[in-house]
C-alpha cells in the first residue's frame, strides 16, 4: 500500500499570499489531521478532517482553513501569509478516529 | 504550562547503552503515542498504547495512568536509532493530539 503523500513537498511563498498544501491519505484511511511544526513552538494540531467533515481544530486563526474531499484526499489552505507561517505542515492518516495515524513526509513552507 | 512533559531534552548515549526517554502529561487521554522523527522531517508512529506495555524489536513502551506517566525504553542502542522521539497524547475519541517538545537523541558508535 502506498503511503500518505503531500504535494507539494517545498514551497516558497511571499507575505500576504495564499497557499493550498495537498494530502492524499492511505487507500482505506477516512481521518485525515494537519500539523504544523516550527522550531519555536514544536507540532501543533490544526485539524482533523473524518468523512468530509472538520471534527477536531486546535488554537490557529481563521486564515488556516482545511477539507476533505469524498475520496479523502484533504487540502489545507492558508490566506494572507505571514512570515511566522512558514514550517512544517504535516498530514497524517488514520483508518478511523482514535486509531493508529501513518504521516505523510511533510510540506515545507517558507514565506518571505 | 504544557499539557505533555518530555525529559530529557536531548541525551547522548554510546552504542549498546540503555535508553529511556520519559513524558508525564496533565490530562485526560483515551491514548498515549510514541513518534520518531529523523533528520529531513518524517514522522513514524512506534506505539501506540492505552495501558500496561508494549514490546517491539528494541524498543519498549510503557504507560502508568494512575501516575499519568510513560517510558520509551531503547535497549542496546544503534546509531541508527539517532532521532527525536516526540511523546504525544489524544483525547476521547478524536485525533487531536498534543505534543511534547521530543527528545533528541544521538547515539554514538
Known amino acids: 500500500k502506498a503511503g500518505v503523500t503531500q504535494t507539494p513537498r517545498y514551497l516558497i511563498k511571499t507575505r500576504g499570499q495564499q497557499v493550498t498544501l495537498s494530502c492524499s491519505p492511505i487507500?482505506?484511511?477516512?481521518?485525515v489531521s494537519w500539523y504544523q511544526q516550527t522550531p519555536g513552538q514544536g507540532l501543533q494540531f490544526l485539524f482533523e478532517?473524518?468523512?468530509?467533515?472538520?471534527?477536531n481544530k486546535g488554537n490557529f486563526p481563521g486564515r488556516f482553513s482545511g477539507r476533505q474531499f469524498s475520496n479523502s484526499r484533504s487540502e489545507m489552505n492558508v490566506s494572507t501569509l505571514e512570515l511566522g507561517d512558514s514550517a512544517l505542515y504535516l498530514c497524517?492518516?488514520?483508518?478511523?478516529?482514535?486509531?493508529?495515524?501513518?504521516f505523510g513526509p511533510g510540506t515545507r513552507l517558507t514565506v518571505t | 504550562k504544557n499539557e505533555v512533559e518530555q525529559s530529557p531534552q536531548n541525551l547522548t548515549a554510546q552504542e549498546e547503552e540503555f535508553i529511556t526517554i520519559n513524558c508525564s502529561y496533565s490530562?485526560?487521554?483515551?491514548?498515549l503515542h510514541w513518534l520518531q522523527q529523523h533528520p529531513g522531517g518524517g514522522i513514524v508512529s512506534l506505539f501506540m498504547?492505552?495501558?500496561g506495555k508494549k514490546k517491539h524489536g528494541r524498543l519498549i513502551a510503557t504507560i502508568n495512568i494512575q501516575e499519568k506517566h510513560s517510558s520509551l525504553h531503547i535497549t542496546a542502542s544503534h546509531p541508527r536509532d539517532s532521532a527525536v522521539y516526540i511523546c504525544?497524547?489524544?483525547?476521547?475519541?478524536?485525533?487531536?493530539?498534543?505534543f511534547g517538545t521530543g527528545t533528541s537523541l544521538t547515539v554514538i558508535p
Open positions: 497524517a492518516s488514520s483508518v478511523l478516529q482514535g486509531y493508529e495515524q501513518y
Open positions: 487507500s482505506g484511511h477516512r481521518s
Open positions: 478532517y473524518f468523512s468530509e467533515t472538520q471534527r
Open positions: 490530562v485526560g487521554i483515551s491514548a
Open positions: 498504547l492505552s495501558s
Open positions: 504525544a497524547v489524544s483525547q476521547n475519541t478524536g485525533n487531536q493530539f498534543y
